[in-house]
């Protein structure tokens, strides 16, 4: 995904507001998770594996079994599982998220099967309050498809219930992070209560492209919408916080920025789509 004028490095997120926020509680737990072989990839059972801990952990610390339903995005693993690296964004009555990680994997041989497993250490905060059943978003593509080319410009459609200010995020395969809105073209994104607006707009001086890498055929992306009652100021400086080299950075930055924000004043949307050559 590509915005013109925009670099597109991994990036770590940072977030200044305006509304001050009450110390959240932390919680570090110690869990593993294993997963067989058998019908996926070494990479994409490591995904599982670390995936089933990271939900563990969230079990563990917030006391509550994750009901991922909005935010969990389906993929299709050979016993059917639904995981994803972004599936702990739920929503839940007490919400819980894994702020700091450290992630190890072993391999291990049963009846000749391969079973990967996922040693995770975590750092877990739980928001205070509660969401605010009055305040939704909804995120849809403005022309009914979920399937794009390469090069293609991707037209959304946003709406919320309340008047808000709109973050838009590019999640690429790799899980790592690229700021859509705002952007050099647009540097604020106010939604109107009830009222659908087009991003972009056919005047907004810039388009978002579906990007396929080098090589690629097929690529499974996803946007996510933050939608906020106060103005957020976002800047975007891989130095100041380090590079998103480790694994889960990217996922653990998502999560102390969403901390961030009153989990009573913000609402979030997920959309899913391919891209295809």
């Not at 770590?12 to 110390?23: F, H, K, Q």
């Amino acid at each position: 995904m590509h915005v013109p004028g925009s670099a597109r490095p991994a990036i770590v997120l940072w977030l200044c507001l305006m509304t001050p926020v009450a110390w959240a509680e932390s919680r570090s737990v110690e869990v593993s998770a294993s997963v067989a072989g058998t019908g996926r990839t070494p990479e994409q059972a490591r995904k599982e594996a670390l995936q089933r801990a990271r939900d563990e952990a969230l079990v563990r610390t917030a006391g509550v079994r994750v009901a991922a339903q909005q935010l969990r995005l389906r993929s299709e693993d050979g016993d059917g599982a639904v995981r994803d690296a972004f599936s702990s964004l739920v929503e839940t009555s007490t919400e819980g998220r894994i702020v700091e990680e450290h992630v190890t994997y072993r391999t291990r041989l049963e009846n000749d099967i391969p079973v990967y497993e996922a040693d995770l250490v975590a750092r877990v905060e739980l928001e205070e309050g509660s969401r605010d059943p009055g305040f939704t978003l909804d995120l849809a593509s403005g022309t009914g498809t979920r399937i794009l080319r390469d090069g293609e410009p991707l037209i959304l459609e946003v709406t919320a219930s309340r008047r808000c200010f709109l973050t838009l995020i590019h999640i690429g395969p790799d899980d790592a992070l690229e700021l859509l809105v705002p952007n050099p073209f647009l540097a604020e994104m106010e939604l109107q209560a009830g009222r659908t607006l087009r991003i972009p707009a056919r005047s907004a001086g810039f388009l978002i492209r579906a990007h396929l890498p080098a090589g690629g055929e097929r690529e499974r992306e996803r946007l996510l919408a933050v939608a906020t009652l106060d103005p957020v100021v976002f800047t975007l400086d891989v130095e100041a916080g380090g590079e998103l080299s480790s694994e889960g950075a990217a996922f653990t930055a998502l999560n102390r920025w969403l901390l961030r924000v009153p989990v009573a004043r913000r609402a979030e949307a997920v959309w899913e789509y391919e891209i295809a050559r």
